[in-house]
């Protein structure tokens, strides 16, 4: 006898955590650019604004302005799994692998700004659902246990406490068939809701001084004598000494430079309708963790805080030419369906009730890259590769320093100077990708890696992480 998968069928296609908040512009802004500010912030997301409130702390004299050509929340801040994760450099054992000499400290600097926001929320009250339980990572074929024994050595080098699970162990703790084993890190991080916190971060950074400008977009920057003119396109014009580019696939567009540096990918992800109580304690879970599994195309997994069930999956869906969907791909959110019903059979006739697709920029190492244009005017970050919960909070203090002519220990590293590896052009580029995956997902069911994926390891680049 056979169990029915639970459907996506109904859901309304919209994302889940707005929902969660009533609609309304960010207390404080406004609805025109100024003529001038002494620094142009473009993006309001995480990392534009974590960019404002370090220049603001940093000298509250300064004049920021930070413009997005959306609503505060709109774009991937404000609709990812809110996972505060405590990694500059998508996952502990993609950073050893690219910094051998350097990840020991950039693990200190996450778990210090892990810390830092923590502090930074309460401080600031700001209300975002935040729960710090950890993260729990599974291997879900025999194959992945070797990898996951490295992934808790590596957390016990990097100065996090972790505890192994076994398959009995992993078993009688989350009540699914498919995991075989566990590495448990209790204080690595949490979980929150991402579109309250991009908007509370949005209502501190007025409250600090800046102004904040929603649904105007920047379409060009000219550098002159006296600093850089950006140019709106509903015509307005804007005059500053520096700008910070915070958009991350947004600065392709703007930067010609950087249009090789990362790649979007599509993610797609749903959510449950409220388990209810029976449903919530058939999971045991007691303690909440954000789990991940350790297959290349990895399952996320997390439960909202009114208990409802988060699920997502990376196939990394790529477009030719590194356009962005203009169609949807229904049939991956029933695969998303059939695989929760495969991890906990007893959630039969689960109702999805919010599904949706995110834009993921990857850079070719999957870690941020840093760069400077217009002759040391304009400062910006791209490809964070997912993880930029807590990473946009590290790469804003360095993009401030950046811009005032100090620099910070982030600053120093090779994560934030190295000179970043280009994709390859067109049509190379949908080639190699389209490789890449079909390698991932051979070595998810043989646990071999190919030939491509070892010399992507070797060459550092992050598609395999």
Request: hydrophobic content about 40%; proline content about 5%.
């Amino acid at each position: 006898m056979t169990t029915p998968a639970p459907t996506c069928q109904g859901a309304d296609g919209t994302a889940f955590w707005p929902s969660t908040v009533v609609s309304a512009p960010v207390a404080g802004s406004v609805g025109e650019l100024p003529d001038s500010c002494d620094v142009l912030v473009v993006g309001a997301g995480y990392t534009g604004l974590w960019s404002a409130l370090a220049l603001l702390d940093a000298d509250p004299t300064l004049t920021v302005c930070v413009v997005d050509a959306a609503a505060v929340g709109d774009g991937a801040s404000g609709i990812n799994g809110g996972f505060l994760e405590p990694s500059l450099t998508h996952g502990i054992d993609n950073g050893r692998r690219l910094f051998p000499d350097e990840y020991r400290t950039v693990e200190r600097l996450a778990r210090n700004a892990t810390r830092d926001v923590e502090r930074f929320l309460a401080a600031e009250g700001i209300a975002c659902d935040y729960e710090p339980v950890g993260t729990l990572e599974c291997a879900v074929a025999d194959h992945q246990c070797a990898a996951l024994d490295e992934l808790a050595t590596a957390y016990q080098d990097g100065g996090w406490p972790v505890e192994i699970l076994d398959t009995a162990r992993i078993r009688a703790y989350l009540h699914s068939p498919r995991p075989v084993a566990a590495v448990r890190a209790p204080t690595r991080g949490g979980l929150l809701n991402p579109y309250k916190m991009v908007r509370g971060l949005a209502a501190a950074a007025v409250r600090r001084g800046a102004t904040l400008v929603e649904h105007h977009r920047i379409v060009d920057l000219h550098r002159d004598r006296s600093g850089v003119r950006a140019h709106g396109a509903n015509g307005c014009r804007l005059r500053c000494q520096q700008v910070i580019m915070a958009v991350d696939g947004g600065v392709r567009h703007l930067l010609r430079r950087t249009r090789l540096a990362s790649i979007p990918l599509e993610d797609y992800v749903m959510v449950s309708e409220p388990l209810g109580q029976a449903r919530r304690t058939s999971l045991g879970w007691e303690r909440r963790e954000g789990i991940a599994d350790r297959s290349g195309a990895f399952t996320s997994l997390r439960l909202t805080a009114d208990d409802r069930l988060f699920w997502g999956g990376s196939e990394a869906v790529y477009r030719f030419g590194s356009t962005h969907p203009t169609n949807l791909q229904p049939h991956r959110w029933e695969r998303l369906a059939t695989d929760a019903a495969a991890w906990f059979p007893q959630l039969a006739g689960l109702r999805w009730t919010h599904r949706w697709t995110g834009t993921v920029h990857m850079s070719a190492s999957a870690i941020p890259t840093f760069g400077t244009a217009m002759t040391g005017r304009v400062h910006y970050v791209a490809g964070y590769t997912g993880l930029g919960v807590l990473a946009s909070k590290v790469a804003a203090e360095v993009l401030a320093a950046r811009t005032l002519g100090t620099t910070t220990e982030a600053g120093t590293l090779r994560w934030a100077t190295r000179r970043a590896r280009p994709f390859p052009p067109e049509p190379l580029r949908w080639a190699a990708v389209q490789w890449a995956r079909h390698d991932i997902a051979k070595a998810d069911r043989t646990g071999t890696p190919t030939l491509l994926m070892t010399l992507l390891d070797r060459l550092g680049m992050g598609f395999t992480s």
